[in-house]
């Protein structure tokens, strides 16, 4: 078995394509992610980060490039039974916690959703039960189970719907900013939760965030988005220690410290993609400038970083 | 001085570290409540809905056994009882409903005059048949025309909007090129064509507002189909495996139900009122049969010498459509989830 349990190669994803309103949400990005690592997906709002998780989890076909589960492709006709068992292999998380629960259904039928479909539980009580294990499993109590969703905080919702990809015992979760819609007291909750799944079963993420500040402490990678390419790849602390592309680094200005000498010195890196000032003839690739660390950049731009490291 | 004295009195207990438990901190002390209970407490509040419920339930009440409550059946003619007044033991006394007709400028009591000993409670028709039984047999066939087309155009809204919206796509697009069609259609053209095609008759009055009715339900409901398939639990209950019955059934429909049913609510009413509007215009209902429409055109060629035989149809229908309205107001507000907190 390899090491990666996801491969992304030059996939693409492009709305109505063809079409004068046609938009490349992701265009030809790669990547891989290794089993048991979290790997941070960044970029500003609309950059095509949920495009990108939902392409890999089949939500959207692709419209080119392939997405490698362990080695299959995942958007390749199959057969009813091979989409069953990918569908219990990966599973997402949702942003928007309002959203994310039918509001007309109790909390046990939304967790046990994914029990009936898959056929994992024989019976009422051993429904209820698995259900409860669940509940427990991210915080909440047996009594919500016969709750209705509007009843809840943002913060048990999202517990909730972490509690509904868990019943299918995936190997590899998707969480499409996860945190981004909760309080900031709440936030590190739903990432401890999310850690300590990991330790516990082993899981792989694919964590999807709009700013570096949280990433960097659930990432063991993180790949920068811009305009739906990759523009950086790296280790978490490689990157932070050293972001070479423009648009990292103003990413990483951003981030405010709760200190106030920093503050008072810290200098925002506006982005600017015309600075590049890329040549029509200049080939614009993803290069490894250092060991497991790469940018988007052309021949000349690779040579100076290369420079620079030395 | 104050501080320092309270400062004296804190034990090192006072600087434990509480807890809390995190099972306390999450619990939810509010009873549970489904979005129909919910629902139930907010109409019940609502004084305008309740009545008008309630007196709905008597004129459906009436619809069903009002044509057996007197002994005169809606159809027999009795040229020697036509025209009278109404006249209703118990309330005689009072003047009202006494029986008391104007005849060429004077007051008589035509149930005298014509040696009538029957009590004709709402009076008689031309043709001498009882306007009570028939008031409440036309009533009946109203309510079943009104109830038989709502509940076709909800059937025909629903499965044509929740395909179009939810397939997407060139199905949308056919579908919905044919819904702007049949919307340029005048309706009336429709309904006339339609009901010269068939024989007059309940079946044609139904299939005549039915034809265009189910247009609205269609596109409210593939409106919602439209909102709800890209909403977040749906897309989970895609990655999780559901197939697209079971996500038409366990997440759109159950959100759009409130909805579904609110417009309903307002069909019946439209529905009752058309019929009335074709049989009034002589397209409708043909004689003998009875409706709330036919009696009111009865009524209404008599209006200056009989006014009763207007009169009582014209209260069921003006009763019915105020009740559908304020229950159909009720049950938007209760269901509406944009007026809950
Ligand atoms: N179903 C869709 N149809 C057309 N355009 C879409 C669709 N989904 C997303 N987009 C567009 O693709 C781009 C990327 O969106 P998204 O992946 O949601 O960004 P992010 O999650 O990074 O904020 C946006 O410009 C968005 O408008
Ligand atoms: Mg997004």
């Known amino acids: 078995m390899s090491e990666n349990l996801i491969e992304v190669r030059n996939l693409k994803q492009y709305f109505n394509a063809g079409k004068s309103t046609e938009v490349r949400a992701i265009d030809d990005i790669s990547f891989a992610i290794k089993r048991g690592e979290t790997f941070g997906l960044v970029g500003e709002s609309g950059c095509g980060k949920s495009t990108t998780g939902r392409t890999m989890i089949r939500l959207y076909d692709a419209t080119a490039g392939q997405v490698l589960y362990n080695g299959v492709d995942v958007h390749a006709p199959k057969s009813k039974k091979e989409n069953h068992a990918l569908n219990r292999k990966m599973q997402m998380i949702f942003q928007d916690p309002y959203a994310s629960l039918n509001p007309r259904m109790k909390v046990l039928d939304i967790i046990a959703e994914g029990l009936d479909i898959h056929g994992l539980v024989k019976g009422k009580t051993e429904r209820k039960q698995r259900v409860i294990d669940l509940l427990e499993t991210v915080g909440l109590n047996r009594e919500h189970a016969e709750r209705y969703p509007h009843e809840f905080s943002g913060g048990q919702r999202q517990r909730i719907g972490i509690a509904r990809a868990l019943a299918v015992d995936p190997e590899f979760i998707i969480a499409d900013e996860p945190i981004s819609a909760l309080d900031v007291s709440i936030q590190a909750q739903v990432v401890n939760l999310l850690k300590e799944l990991q330790e516990e079963k082993g899981l792989t993420y694919l964590f999807i965030a709009h700013d570096l500040s949280m990433v960097k402490y659930i990432s063991d990678r993180i790949g920068v988005m811009y305009f739906g390419k990759l523009v950086e790849m790296a280790p978490a602390d490689e990157l932070y220690r050293n972001p070479m592309h423009a648009y990292t680094k103003s990413l990483l200005s951003a981030i405010p410290l709760p200190d106030p000498i920093y503050e008072r010195s810290r200098v925002r890196h506006p982005y600017n993609p015309k600075d590049h000032q890329y040549g029509s003839d200049e080939k614009v690739e993803f290069r490894e400038v250092a060991p497991e660390h790469f940018v988007l950049c052309s021949e000349k731009e690779f040579a100076e970083m290369q420079a620079a490291r030395v | ?341």
Not at chain 2, 89 to 114: N, S
């Open chain 2, 1 to 341: 001085m104050r501080n320092e004295n309270e400062q004296e009195k804190l034990t090192p207990e006072d600087f434990e570290r509480v807890t809390i438990d995190a099972h306390h901190s999450e619990r939810i002390e509010k009873p549970s409540l489904s979005f129909w209970q919910d629902a139930w407490l907010g109409l019940r509040k609502n004084k305008a809905a309740i009545v008008s419920m309630v007196v709905l339930l008597l004129v459906i009440l009436m619809a069903l056994i009002g044509p057996h409550l007197n002994g005169h059946a809606g159809d027999t003619q009795n040229l020697r009882h036509a025209n009278l007044p109404p006249k209703i033991p118990g309330i005689e006394a009072t003047g009202f409903f006494d029986g008391d007709g104007k005849l060429a400028g004077k007051k008589v009591d035509l149930y005298e005059m014509k040696k009538v000993d029957e009590y004709y409670w709402f009076g008689t028709d031309g043709l001498g048949r009882d306007l009570f039984t028939r008031l409440w047999e036309g009533t009946r066939v109203s309510l079943f025309i009104a109830f038989v087309a709502a509940a076709i155009d909800m059937v025909i809204g629903v499965a044509y909007g929740g395909i179009s919206g939810y397939f997407g796509g060139r199905t949308d697009d056919i579908m919905q090129r044919i819904v702007e069609i049949l919307i340029g259609i005048p309706t009336l053209i429709v309904v006339i064509l339609m009901i010269m095609i068939m024989d007059p008759g309940i079946t044609a009055i139904i299939v005549a507002i039915t034809i265009t009715g189910w247009i609205g339900m269609s596109r409210i409901v593939r409106a919602q189909t439209l909102k709800y398939k890209s909403q977040e639990f749906v897309l989970a209950s895609r990655t999780l495996g559901a197939k697209d019955g079971k996500i038409i059934t366990k997440h759109l429909l159950p959100n759009m139900l409130g909805i579904i049913i609110i417009n309903t609510m307002f069909t019946i009413p439209n529905a009752i009122f058309f019929e009335a509007f074709l049989s009034f215009i002589g397209i409708g209902l043909q004689p003998p049969a009875a409706s709330l429409g036919t009696l009111i055109n009865d009524g209404y060629k008599v209006m200056e010498n009989q006014p009763y035989v207007l009169l009582f149809p014209a209260i069921v229908i003006s009763v019915l459509m105020i009740a559908f309205n304020l229950i159909g107001d009720g049950l938007r507000d209760a269901l509406d989830p944009k007026m809950k907190d």
